[in-house]
């Protein structure tokens, strides 16, 4: 768990295209912020500036109080579920979960591993489907492996890239009241990308809103909804 802040952060693209401009913001220890906006106002590239995948043309960004800005991603210890869940179909839930642990080369026992991804099937409500395959999943699990991925990291902040707009009205649904839920019970500092209204008005505890590349305004779900 780690604050968050953003200072003046400024995206050029190498084409000249001015896609963030100037966004500051102060993400609080365990905060769940909502990122919402029409598409190509700037969401995902703001996103992938804090995970590290694109970098910062101008502007700090701190995690826990430190500068990240030229830092690889594997060494900001966020974890970024993303829309499409990337999970490996070969393998099973618990394989699917244990991964990233695995990527790190003998850094955990075998007993560790089992202790976390047990933690996380826990937490997320997998333990009956640890031997499936993904394909045996219906899309709210595959979401929850994806999730399970992301806790397992034991990472300092869950960035969310649209999670749901690949799912049904229903499913939607009930995996937001899901992601409100574990993001609860974990504490975990969230930042949360959507460009949808329901889901900005009902799963963070504050909406930051933007605008062709500039934050039009930052406030809670109650605040927004009485003073659009
Ligand atoms: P959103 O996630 O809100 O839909 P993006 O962050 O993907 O928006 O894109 C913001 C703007 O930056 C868009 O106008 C998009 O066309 C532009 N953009 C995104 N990636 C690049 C790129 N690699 N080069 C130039 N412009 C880009
Ligand atoms: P590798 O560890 O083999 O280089 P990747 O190229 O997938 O694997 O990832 C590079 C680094 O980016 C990883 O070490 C990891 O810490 C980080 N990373 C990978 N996936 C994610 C993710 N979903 N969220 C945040 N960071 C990630």
Redesign the pocket.
């Known amino acids: 768990m780690a604050a968050i802040t953003l200072t003046d952060i400024q995206?050029r693209?190498?084409?000249g295209?001015h896609?963030?401009k100037g966004v500051s913001l102060d993400i609080a220890d365990g905060e769940f912020v909502i990122l919402v906006?029409?598409?190509?106002?700037?969401?995902?590239?703001?996103?992938?500036m804090i995970v590290g995948l694109e970098d910062i043309s101008e502007g700090e960004l701190t995690i826990g109080g430190e500068r990240v800005n030229e830092r690889a991603p594997r060494d900001r210890h966020l974890a970024m579920v993303f829309q499409n869940y990337a999970l490996y179909p070969h393998l099973t839930v618990f394989e699917n979960i244990a991964f990233p642990l695995r990527l790190t080369k003998g850094q955990f026992t075998e007993e560790q591993i089992r202790e976390k991804v047990s933690f996380a099937a826990k937490t997320l409500e997998l333990q009956d489907h640890l031997d499936r395959k993904p394909a045996n999943l219906s899309g709210g699990q595959r979401q929850r492996v994806a999730m399970g991925r992301a806790i397992v990291r034991e990472a300092q902040a869950f960035l969310f890239d649209e999670p749901l707009s690949n799912l049904d009205a229903k499913l939607r649904g009930q995996m937001r009241t899901e992601i409100a839920r574990m993001q609860r019970r974990l504490g975990t500092t969230t930042v949360y990308?959507t460009?949808d209204q329901t889901e900005a008005m009902t799963l963070g505890d504050r909406v930051a809103v933007?605008r062709k590349?500039e934050l039009q305004q930052v406030a809670s779900p109650r605040a927004l909804y009485e003073h659009p």
């Not at 906006?37 to 992938?48: F, N, V």
């Open positions: 995206k693209y190498p084409d295209f896609a963030v906006g029409p598409s190509g106002c700037g969401k995902s590239t703001l996103l992938r990308v460009h933007l590349g």
